[in-house]
Every structure is written in C-alpha cells, then in structure tokens.
C-alpha cells in the first residue's frame, strides 16, 4: 500500500507538526484502501443512494478534524484508526436511510467488525494478485484493484461481502442468496479470478 517514495514516519511527524499537505499526502496514500472497504460494506439497502467515493470523502474529512487527538505512531495503528472513521461514516449512513438519526454504538462495532475482516480480504487479494509479472507498482495496482471491485457484478460483489466481509461459510452464503452452495463456490471463483483479470487488464491499458 505504500509507494515507494512514501515514508509513513516521516509524513506522520510532519502532520503532527502542523504541515496540513503532510497529513493530505498521509491520508491519500491510503485511499483506494479506503474505497475497497467501503464498496465492500456498503448496505445493499442503500447501495443505490451512496457512493464509496463520497463516504471515503466524509471519513477523510472527519480524519482531518480528529486528528489533533491521534496518539498512534505506525502504521496499523494509522489505519485501524481510519477503519474505526470508515466504520462510523458507514454506520452514519445507514441511520440516515433506514434506521434513526441517533448514534448507534452496537451498530458501528458490528460495522467495524466487518470492516476489519474486508481489510484482512485486502491484505490477501493485494498478496495474491502481486506477481512478479505484475510490472506496476503496488500502489497503482492498489488503484486498479480499488476500480475493479465497481466493475463486477453486483451478485459477485455480493458474495464477496458476505464471505470475506461478513466471514460466513459457503452454505450460510448461499442461504443468504438463495442458491446453491456449488453456485456460490463457482461465483466467487469467477469473481476473484475477475478481479485478477481486471488488475491485468489495468496494466496493458498503462503500457
């Protein structure tokens, strides 16, 4: 996730001393991460009414308001905060459309939860997809690893969430949709091969 010019060190005590590009540079960096969860927990009951890149947007927003109080010095401890940001701006969002306007605690745990298994889902599909035939770097892979979660089917993005950010086995997976197991096993091969195809396809497109 980090380019190769990029020292998270040295750009966190910037920010903390003040330097506001620093901190833009420190929370850019991490984005596509960002937008890569919040595709992935998005409630599918208001799928159509949000848009990751607004909801990453508002959590940056509130990261830089926050930030005067963070006392992490690495980076996990960097990025699990923003998780806990993401968590509450995801949690904000399903309030406002389909539950009450006040804080739900329970809600936004449940949420953080989830948020960190698609973070751990992340680590896997970056580890995976990083080949040595890969020419990009890892963070324009990371780019287009973001862009194509958007480009799947809505029912491949679906079982993706619910067995990698949810944690559920094939069978409640299938429960959940409605098919069966053996169809929900072939959707989500064809989806992380997809996901794989689409991250090559963004590098010949870069040649």
């Known amino acids: 996730m980090s380019a190769g010019e990029f020292e998270f060190n040295e750009m966190l005590e910037r920010a903390r001393g003040g330097d506001s590009a620093a901190l833009g540079a420190l929370l850019e960096n991490f984005r596509n991460y960002l937008l890569f969860l919040a595709r992935l927990q998005i409630d599918p009951r208001i799928s159509g009414k949000v848009d990751a890149t607004d909801l990453v947007q508002e959590a940056f927003l509130e990261a830089y308001q926050a930030f005067p ?92 969430r619910l067995r990698h950010s949810e944690g559920l086995p094939f069978q409640e997976v299938a429960e959940r949709l409605g098919r069966t197991v053996d169809s929900v096993q072939k959707i989500w091969v064809r989806a992380l091969a997809q996901l794989r195809d689409l991250v090559s396809d963004g590098e010949d497109g870069d040649e």
């Not at 080949?131 to 679906?158: D, G």
């Open 69 to 160: 109080i963070f006392r992490g010095d690495t980076e996990s401890t960097f990025l699990a905060w923003l998780r806990q940001i993401l968590a509450t701006t995801l949690a904000a969002s399903v309030r406002y459309y389909v539950g009450t306007k006040q804080r739900d605690v329970r809600l936004e745990r449940e949420i953080y939860i989830r948020v960190d298994q698609s973070s751990m889902f992340w680590n896997q599909l970056v580890s995976n997809i990083s080949t040595p035939s890969l020419k990009v770097s890892r963070q324009e892979m990371e780019t287009q690893l973001a862009e194509a979660m958007t480009q799947l089917p809505e029912h491949y993005r679906e079982v993706l």
